[in-house]
T-cell receptor
Framework: GAVVSQHPSWVICKSGTSVKIECRSLDFQATTMFWYRQFPKQSLMLMATSNEGSKATYEQGVEKDKFLINHASLTLSTLTVTSAHPEDSSFYIC?????????????FGPGTRLTVL | AQKVTQAQTEISVVEKEDVTLDCVYETRDTTYYLFWYKQPPSGELVFLIRRNSFDEQNEISGRYSWNFQKSTSSFNFTITASQVVDSAVYFCALMEPGANSKLTFGKGITLSVRP
């Protein structure tokens, strides 16, 4: 149980375009989803926390107008990178906490590798 | 503010050697959770262990063992008789309590196990 999927697993886009990444909890309902970014050979950095039905809370330094997060249902959160630029190329990972999970449980998706040309 | 330090950046060992990955953390809370994750080349994070701050018992799971010492704020991870499949990046992470409790990751340790 507790499977989280991400789609797409990888994407290549041109500079200036927008890219949407989906994060789905497949076998549980997720009240909270987290979005992380990981640059090559670096650690995971939390970008934002989203609760179903409410606006996401962004970490300091993360542009909320550039990284649009929508958590419209208990099984789906989306991250849209708007007007992507090469410096946005990164590995984006989501995690989800279930409606019946302890606050200390997060289940991670497999990640989405974004390359902006 | 919480912080996780993994001072070792890269470790290389020969198969069957034992290896210990260090993790030191900082937090002001008395209640917190510590984690270890493995990230193989595929990129997907693999959960290894979660430990709460009130449980200082060491844990062993097969070739893996963890040593939690609150006195030194350390949560070290030992792999016994390492194997090539253990090659990966290993992250230690800390979570403080709260409704939107966040994971703070260390910088990770790249472990290479040579045949």
């Amino acid at each position: 149980g507790a499977v989280v999927s991400q789609h797409p697993s990888w994407v290549i886009c041109k500079s200036g375009t927008s890219v949407k990444i989906e994060c789905r909890s497949l076998d549980f309902q997720a009240t909270t989803m987290f979005w992380y970014r990981q640059f090559p050979k670096q650690s995971l950095m939390l970008m934002a926390t989203s609760n179903e039905g409410s606006k996401a809370t962004y970490e300091q330094g993360v542009e909320k107008d550039k990284f649009l997060i929508n958590h419209a249902s208990l099984t789906l959160s989306t991250l849209t990178v708007t007007s992507a630029h090469p410096e946005d190329s990164s590995f984006y990972i989501c995690s989800a906490r279930g409606i019946y999970s302890s606050y200390n449980e997060q289940f991670f998706g497999p990640g989405t590798r974004l390359t902006v040309l | 503010a919480q912080k996780v330090t993994q001072a070792q950046t890269e470790i290389s060992v020969v198969e069957k050697e034992d290896v210990t990955l260090d993790c030191v953390y900082e937090t002001r809370d008395t209640t917190y959770y510590l984690f270890w994750y493995k990230q193989p080349p595929s990129g997907e994070l693999v959960f290894l262990i979660r430990r709460n701050s009130f449980d200082e018992q060491n844990e062993i799971s097969g070739r893996y063992s963890w040593n939690f010492q609150k006195s030194t704020s350390s949560f070290n991870f030992t792999i016994t008789a390492s194997q090539v499949v253990d090659s990966a990046v290993y992250f230690c992470a800390l979570m403080e309590p709260g409704a939107n409790s966040k994971l703070t990751f260390g910088k990770g340790i790249t472990l290479s196990v040579r045949p």
